[in-house]
C-alpha cells in the first residue's frame, strides 16, 4: 500500500511536465522501435521546438525538452508535428502505452519473437477507454527468454519458456499461469482490468501492482508455481556488430548519457534501413544491416 495522495504527473505530449528550461515531453515506443522516418521527423522538431537533443529513457521512450509552453500546455504546432510523424496514435491512451520488450527480439536468440504480440498489446490496449485511466508509469515487461530484462520492475509481464509459450508475470513478485503467445496479450489485459477494480479512486489511486495489499496476488486467486525456464538472466548485448539469426548484422551502438545529438542522429540515419531499436540501456541498436 501507499500514503501517495496525487496522480502521477509522467509527462507526455499532450501532459507536458514544466521544469525550469521549459517543458518536457515523452514519447512512448512500443518496445523501443522508433521509425527511421519518424526519427528524421524528431530531429527537425527538437531543432525547431525543443532544445535540438533526443533524449533516451530507460524504458525505451523519448524526451524532448526546453519546449516553450502556455498554461501548462506546449503549442499546438509542436502537437500536430508530433502527431504527423506517427509518435501520437492514441492520444486518449499516450500515457499508458509502456510496453517494453527484449530490443533484439525476432532477430538475435532469445527463445520466442515478441514483436507481434507486443503490437497486439498496444491494440488491445487503447482499444478499451478504461485502460487510459491506468497511470503514465504502469508498465508491461515482455522478455523472450534471454532474460535480459527480467529484472526490470514491472506491473505487467511475461517470459517466453519456448516458441510458442510464455509464463505470466503480475506484479514483480507473482508468477501467474502459462499461455500462447496468441493468448497473451488479452491474458494480460485481464489482470489489468482486475487492477483497476482494486486500486481505488480519486487521487489517492494506487499506480501500482506492487501496491496492492497482495502484491497482485489477489488478481491471480490461486498460486502458480514459477516455471524454472524463466530462471536465466543475460547482461546487456556488447557494443558493435551483432551477427543476426538471417545471416544479417545489427549494430549496437553506445549513445553517451542517453542525450542523442543531431550528429550522432545523422550517423544512424546514414546506416539505418526501416527502424532503429531504443534499448533500456539507453543505446541504439541498428538492426537489419545487409552485408557489404
Request: one cysteine or more; proline letters at 7%.
Amino acid at each position: 500500500m501507499t500514503n501517495r495522495s496525487h496522480p502521477d504527473r509522467c509527462p507526455g505530449v499532450l501532459r507536458p511536465w514544466i521544469a525550469d528550461d521549459g517543458a518536457i515531453v515523452r514519447l512512448r515506443l512500443i518496445g523501443g522501435v522508433l521509425p527511421t522516418s519518424a526519427l528524421r521527423d524528431l530531429i527537425g522538431i527538437a531543432a525547431d521546438y525543443a532544445d535540438g537533443t533526443l533524449l533516451l529513457t530507460k524504458r525505451t521512450n523519448l524526451q524532448l525538452r526546453g519546449i516553450e509552453h502556455a498554461d501548462g500546455c506546449v503549442p499546438a504546432v509542436l502537437v500536430d508535428a508530433i502527431a504527423e510523424s506517427g509518435l501520437l496514435p492514441s492520444p486518449s491512451h499516450e500515457l499508458v502505452r509502456n510496453v517494453m520488450v527484449s530490443p533484439l527480439t525476432g532477430r538475435v536468440g532469445g527463445r520466442a519473437a515478441l514483436r507481434h504480440l507486443a503490437h497486439e498489446l498496444d491494440r488491445q490496449l487503447c482499444a478499451e477507454p478504461d485502460f487510459a485511466g491506468l497511470a503514465g508509469r504502469f508498465l508491461f515487461v515482455l522478455d523472450d527468454g534471454r532474460g535480459d530484462i527480467a529484472s526490470r520492475s514491472l506491473d505487467l509481464g511475461l517470459m517466453a519458456v519456448d516458441a510458442e509459450t510464455v509464463q505470466l508475470r503480475v506484479g514483480s513478485k507473482h508468477w501467474g499461469p502459462l499461455a500462447s503467445l496468441d493468448e497473451a496479450p488479452e491474458a494480460l489485459l485481464s489482470y489489468a482490468e482486475g487492477f483497476l477494480r482494486h486500486r481505488g479512486e480519486g487521487e489517492t489511486a494506487l499506480w501500482h501492482l506492487d501496491e496492492l495489499p497482495e502484491g497482485g496476488a489477489e488478481l491471480l486467486g490461486t498460486h502458480y508455481a514459477r516455471d524454472l525456464r524463466t530462471q536465466v538472466s543475460a547482461l546487456p548485448p556488447p557494443y558493435g556488430i551483432i551477427a543476426q539469426d538471417d545471416g544479417r548484422s545489427a549494430e549496437h551502438l553506445a549513445v553517451p548519457d542517453g542525450l542523442l545529438t543531431p550528429e550522432l542522429a545523422a550517423t544512424i540515419l546514414d546506416r539505418a534501413g526501416t527502424e532503429v531499436i531504443v534499448t533500456p540501456w539507453r543505446s541504439i541498436v541498428i538492426p537489419d544491416l545487409e552485408k557489404v
